[in-house]
């Protein structure tokens, strides 16, 4: 069978019929907002986002936000200012960099990076990258990559405490992102719009309170693959059809499966799609040109990432009401 076929066979009239539809009732009668906030990123996501909100309440009603900092890739702001073009929607640039310096980002992740590599420096470039693959099932670990500005080239595994570091301050950055788009929200009586596919948000990609904060999540249903396709279908540019998924978060280009997937989106889609669906691990490795075993390590770790993650998802934990106290409303 031909997986990636089935995903692809959704009728995208429809499926933007059904969003739009989706989009309209949520904000004016549950709620009864005016309008939406989308932060955006020049990214496949949050571009699809835009438009199918740009259709559903039209543009006047839709606020682009571009919130880069100093280790932003030098395309996102020209690719979010052309997406806002092409949907002829109002933009706010906050640029973001003084904020994090102010709550000791750049220089905090720095001081760790010298504890693994004690030539490390502001003007270096650096990226974290996992180990894990479709080989076989390991231990699954993280390293540093950093570039030095003369050319030197250096990759240290990073024990777990300074992992959490790095990631716990990186992580500054979306949520100071998302105070931004609340504040814009609350000022206008918009709704904000959280822009994570279906293969993030199954499998936890996203920063609690971060990018995963969000009045409506519009996209969240849609597999990666078939995201690109609505996108295509509702004519988004071609320069962002064209860009590959990318974290956008540290200094050195970093692909979302350098990070946190085993493959690719297109097969992750395939591998998620197939476990949802009780396809058989055969037709999937078939498909991907994979041995059986690497597909069962892949739907192990999709396992594995669906139950570390769940928590993620948890709305904040209440002590329960006895008989003798009155109920919550």
């Known amino acids: 069978m031909n997986i990636e076929k089935s995903l692809l066979e959704m ?32 990214g496949i996501d949050s571009s699809l986002s835009a438009a199918l909100c740009v259709q559903a309440l039209g543009k006047e009603r839709v606020l682009g936000l571009l919130m880069p ?72 670990f993280h390293s540093l ?22 990631v716990a301050t990186t992580n500054y950055k979306q949520r100071v992102r998302k105070n931004i788009e609340y504040h814009y929200a609350d000022a206008n009586n918009f709704a904000v719009i959280g822009t994570p596919n279906r293969l993030e948000y199954e499998l936890g990609f996203f920063v609690k309170n971060g990018d995963g904060a969000a009045d409506i999540k519009p996209i969240a249903h849609l597999y990666k693959t078939q995201v690109y396709g609505l996108a295509r279908h509702l004519g988004l540019p071609q320069q962002i059809l064209d860009r590959p998924p990318s974290t956008d978060t540290f200094s050195l280009p970093q692909s979302q499966d350098e990070f946190y997937f085993a493959l690719p989106y297109r097969e992750m889609d395939i591998c998620l799609f197939a476990l949802n669906n009780g396809i058989s691990v055969q037709d999937v490795a078939a498909e991907l040109t994979l041995a059986p075993g690497q597909v069962e390590h892949i739907f192990s770790d999709i396992h594995t990432k669906r139950r570390t993650t769940s928590p993620l998802h948890l709305e904040p934990l209440l002590v329960p009401r006895s008989s003798q106290v009155e109920p919550y409303p």
């Open 69 to 140: 900092e100093r280790d932003s890739s030098s395309e996102t702001v020209p690719l979010s200012r052309d997406l806002a073009r092409h949907l002829d929607i109002r933009t706010v640039t906050r640029d973001i960099t003084s904020t994090l310096e102010s709550l000791d980002v750049y220089s905090g992740y720095a001081r760790i990076a010298r504890a693994l590599i004690p030539e490390y420096s502001a003007d270096w470039k650096s990226k974290i990258i996992t180990n894990q693959s479709n080989k076989k099932k390991t231990v699954t």
């Open 11 to 42: 009728d995208f009239e429809q499926e933007t019929h059904t969003i739009k539809k989706f989009l309209r009732h949520s904000i004016t009668k549950i709620l009864h907002k005016r309008g939406v906030v989308v932060g955006l990123s020049g």
């Open 145 to 166: 990559v950093a570039h030095s500005p003369d050319g030197e080239k250096w990759t240290k595994r990073i024990p777990i405490q300074e992992y959490l570091g790095l």
